[in-house]
């Protein structure tokens, strides 16, 4: 099965496969909402987009929490930016919750390596590198571009503190 995009534009949701082109699939169009509920489905995504644009994080925060009923085609990528908007607030028990759920409800979404490098370096602060070994086997399964050397750094972290350096 083709996983499908959602971008939001101009307050609609567009279905679009990975390569950009409109795609209708049996689930686009399941989840496709009325033609007039579009816009205020898609408004609240596009508005923490916005807010996150304009340095409203709080605003931002609370906006992609809302996204998540709302629009839960765009699930990961709010799930995504709530999370880091937690952490950079210093909130890692919210960040931690967010990074988790999307890891668990959307194991292919293109934000699994970030998300699992972001958790594992949480795992690391809080002193669990068994638990940030994991999260950075994940990111290095499901690697993107540049992050696999974030993970690869996160993983040798994760080693050393527990006392496995020549591994």
């Avoid at 609609?12 to 489905?41: F, I, K």
């Avoid at 709302?70 to 952490?87: I, K, N, T």
């Avoid at 759920?101 to 690391?124: F, N, Q, V």
Wanted: proline share 4%.
């Amino acid at each position: 099965m083709v996983s499908s995009l959602l971008a939001v534009a101009t307050g609609s949701l567009l279905v679009a496969t990975p390569s950009g082109v409109p795609a209708a699939s049996a689930q686009a169009e399941a989840t496709a909402p009325s033609a007039g509920a579009a816009p205020r489905r898609g408004a609240v995504f596009a508005a923490a987009r916005r807010d996150l644009e304009a340095g409203r994080k709080a605003e931002a925060r609370r906006g992609f929490e809302r996204s998540l009923t709302s629009v839960p085609e765009l699930a990961d990528h709010a799930l995504f930016h709530a999370a880091g908007l937690a952490r950079e607030a210093g909130d890692t028990a919210a960040a931690s919750r967010d990074y988790d759920r999307l890891l668990r409800a959307h194991p292919r979404s293109i934000w699994t390596s970030s998300a699992a490098c972001a958790r594992g370096e949480i795992a690391l602060e809080a002193n669990s590198p068994r638990a940030a070994l994991g999260h950075f086997q994940t990111a290095l399964e499901a690697w993107e571009g540049h992050r696999r050397s974030r993970a690869l750094l996160g993983k040798a972290r994760a080693l050393d503190a527990l006392g496995r350096t020549g591994e």
